[in-house]
T-cell receptor, first 113, second 112 residues
Framework: KAGVTQTPRYLIKTRGQQVTLSCSPISGHRSVSWYQQTPGQGLQFLFEYFSETQRNKGNFPGRFSGRQFSNSRSEMNVSTLELGDSALYLC????????????FGPGTRLTVL | GENVEQHPSTLSVQEGDSAVIKCTYSDSASNYFPWYKQELGKGPQLIIDIRSNVGEKKDQRIAVTLNKTAKHFSLHITETQPEDSAVYFCAASKGGSYIPTFGRGTSLIVHP
């Protein structure tokens, strides 16, 4: 079974721009979570989607948003990019919301200049 | 909210030695504790996990122990190999939403 895929793998943007990242979960998985990973803050939870609905949201500004489609694929969007948004953005999928077992994708490395 | 402390931040061992990474958590309601291995340029990979109704779990050279009373859990790697070199993360989560809180990571270096 194919793992979690994320596109693009690398992205360079300038301040003020917006960006959309994509995640395809493992086939059959219905829950998708997004994380931001930086050397200074570690792994921080952004949001979780299940059945096309946002179920949980981390402590990030409204510039960070996401959505999930009926096929469980998910996108996250960051508007008005800031230098501090440079990070590795990770997507993780779970079969459901009860098992707790998450499988991560390779991440999208976002650099904001 | 939950707070997870992970030690040490860096661990250097010789090939064949054992390595132990320890984590403590603050929320006694947490009941699921996964461990992830992250190699350079890759996403975290789940290597082992344990639930609160189990005290120990083993998978080949990797084992995890959980002490609910003390609220700490540990990862044990025996007979370390150079390919074990990576950053290891512990996490804790509780029922319902199961959103994990991660430790800050341990960089394990195995010298040949």
């Amino acid at each position: 079974k194919a793992g979690v895929t994320q596109t693009p793998r690398y992205l360079i943007k300038t301040r003020g721009q917006q960006v959309t990242l994509s995640c395809s979960p493992i086939s059959g998985h219905r829950s998708v979570s997004w994380y931001q990973q930086t050397p200074g803050q570690g792994l921080q939870f952004l949001f979780e989607y299940f059945s096309e609905t946002q179920r949980n949201k981390g402590n990030f500004p409204g510039r960070f948003s996401g959505r999930q489609f009926s096929n469980s694929r998910s996108e996250m969007n960051v508007s008005t990019l800031e230098l501090g948004d440079s990070a590795l953005y990770l997507c993780a999928s779970s079969l459901d919301r009860e098992s707790g077992t998450q499988y991560f994708g390779p991440g999208t490395r976002l650099t904001v200049l | 909210g939950e707070n997870v402390e992970q030690h040490p931040s860096t661990l250097s061992v010789q090939e064949g030695d054992s390595a132990v990474i320890k984590c403590t958590y603050s929320d006694s309601a947490s009941n699921y504790f996964p461990w992830y291995k992250q190699e350079l340029g890759k996403g975290p990979q789940l290597i082992i996990d344990i639930r609160s109704n189990v005290g120990e779990k083993k998978d080949q050279r990797i084992a995890v122990t959980l002490n609910k009373t003390a609220k700490h859990f540990s990862l044990h790697i025996t007979e370390t190999q150079p390919e074990d070199s990576a950053v290891y993360f512990c996490a804790a989560s509780k029922g319902g939403s199961y959103i994990p809180t991660f430790g800050r990571g341990t960089s394990l270096i195995v010298h040949p």
